[in-house]
């Protein structure tokens, strides 16, 4: 058997040379520019071989997180925020709507539904310290500034436990302090949120959205998504998610209500039927505060949750 010759590697080499030496190099020089060459070359092969290892190992830079914070548990996707409504200016400022929140108020009803999607609830929680609703410190400064008094989260998911959708309802001093939060979660999202609440039956994936209303002096907070995490196709209807997780909304115009009294001729309200059940006790998972009795609002007249805009 006839061995293949191994090609040298000379007449390349001496191509090379002759071509330096046209363009003037001496010896040094072109074996400076040789080595120059070789280790351009070893550096880009180095770098492609990191880039590679980062894309495997999930290697993506994350936020910088202020030092001592707890780290929270996933981040939205994507996030928008809506200014308030004029019909709200009754309760613009905290001074005009002194009660406190309660978890049975806000998320007293059993389920939330809109159009086809029904949530079922599964936990509620009422933070005194808005700071302890939330992680990264940002966001707890930013809440301070904003004269959080109190934060109460209720998490719901669909029966099939394909859709899990959080709501978080802060008490802040007035709507210009609400506005302003609003605006600083537009960039303040990338690396600190709101805590999500624990249960066995839900949880947020990789994936998610979240979004907020200015509502007077409170500011509402709406997080879905799809407990798999994966990204919503053509057959889930993240909007009217975002519309049954916002039921929860009902508690603030009713208290606009119990401020401002019931209109002479009030408008029939658009949207589903209230769905809120006072009398129930709300969930009792680890780490969901005692129902409180809610205030004596009206439930006479319940304002529906305006549309998306």
């Given at each position: 058997?006839?061995?293949r010759?191994?090609?040298?590697?000379?007449?390349?080499?001496?191509?090379?040379?002759?071509?330096?030496?046209?363009?003037?190099?001496?010896?040094?020089?072109q074996?400076?520019?040789?080595?120059?060459?070789?280790?351009?070359?070893?550096?880009?092969?180095?770098?492609?071989?990191t880039?590679?290892?980062?894309?495997?190992?999930?290697?993506?830079?994350?936020?910088?997180?202020?030092?001592?914070?707890?780290?929270?548990?996933?981040?939205?996707?994507?996030?928008?925020?809506?200014?308030?409504?004029?019909?709200?200016?009754?309760?613009?400022?905290?001074?005009?709507?002194t009660?406190?929140?309660?978890?049975?108020?806000?998320?007293?009803?059993r389920?939330?539904?809109?159009?086809?999607?029904?949530?079922?609830?599964?936990?509620?929680?009422?933070?005194?310290?808005?700071?302890g609703?939330?992680w990264g410190?940002?966001?707890?400064?930013?809440?301070?500034?904003?004269?959080?008094g109190q934060?109460?989260?209720?998490?719901?998911?669909?029966?099939?436990?394909?859709?899990?959708?959080?709501?978080?309802?802060?008490?802040?001093?007035d709507?210009?302090?609400?506005?302003?939060?609003?605006?600083?979660?537009?960039?303040?999202?990338?690396?600190?949120?709101?805590?999500?609440?624990?249960?066995?039956?839900?949880?947020?994936?990789?994936?998610?959205?979240?979004?907020?209303?200015?509502?007077?002096?409170?500011?509402?907070?709406?997080?879905?998504?799809?407990?798999?995490g994966?990204?919503?196709?053509?057959?889930?209807?993240?909007?009217?998610?975002?519309?049954?997780?916002?039921?929860?909304?009902?508690?603030?115009?009713?208290?606009?209500?119990?401020?401002?009294?019931?209109?002479?001729?009030?408008?029939?309200?658009?949207?589903?039927?209230?769905?809120?059940?006072?009398?129930?006790?709300?969930?009792?998972e680890?780490?969901?505060?005692?129902?409180?009795?809610?205030?004596?609002?009206?439930?006479?007249?319940?304002?529906?949750?305006?549309?998306?805009?």
């Amino acid at each position: 058997m006839t061995k293949r010759k191994r090609r040298s590697s000379a007449p390349a080499e001496g191509r090379t040379g002759a071509a330096l030496a046209e363009l003037g190099l001496d010896d040094r020089q072109q074996r400076v520019f040789v080595w120059s060459v070789t280790a351009v070359g070893v550096l880009a092969i180095a770098l492609v071989l990191t880039l590679v290892v980062n894309a495997i190992g999930g290697g993506q830079s994350q936020p910088v997180q202020a030092s001592g914070e707890v780290s929270g548990e996933g981040l939205p996707a994507t996030f928008q925020s809506w200014p308030s409504l004029k019909e709200l200016a009754p309760i613009a400022d905290r001074k005009a709507d002194t009660a406190p929140l309660t978890v049975q108020e806000v998320f007293g009803a059993r389920t939330l539904t809109a159009g086809k999607v029904t949530l079922r609830r599964l936990a509620g929680r009422l933070d005194q310290a808005c700071a302890g609703a939330v992680w990264g410190a940002d966001l707890a400064e930013a809440l301070a500034e904003a004269g959080c008094g109190q934060a109460v989260r209720g998490l719901y998911a669909t029966a099939d436990g394909v859709y899990v959708a959080q709501y978080t309802l802060f008490n802040l001093a007035d709507v210009a302090a609400a506005e302003s939060l609003a605006k600083s979660l537009a960039s303040l999202y990338r690396g600190a949120w709101v805590q999500p609440l624990e249960s066995p039956r839900a949880k947020f994936g990789a994936y998610s959205e979240g979004n907020a209303y200015v509502l007077g002096h409170y500011l509402g907070v709406a997080w879905i998504g799809r407990a798999d995490g994966v990204e919503p196709g053509e057959k889930d209807d993240f909007i009217m998610l975002g519309l049954a997780v916002r039921e929860a909304e009902k508690a603030v115009f009713r208290r606009v209500v119990k401020v401002a009294g019931v209109p002479s001729d009030p408008a029939q309200p658009p949207g589903p039927a209230d769905t809120a059940q006072p009398s129930e006790e709300p969930p009792s998972e680890p780490g969901a505060s005692p129902a409180v009795s809610a205030p004596g609002a009206s439930t006479s007249a319940q304002p529906s949750v305006p549309a998306a805009r």
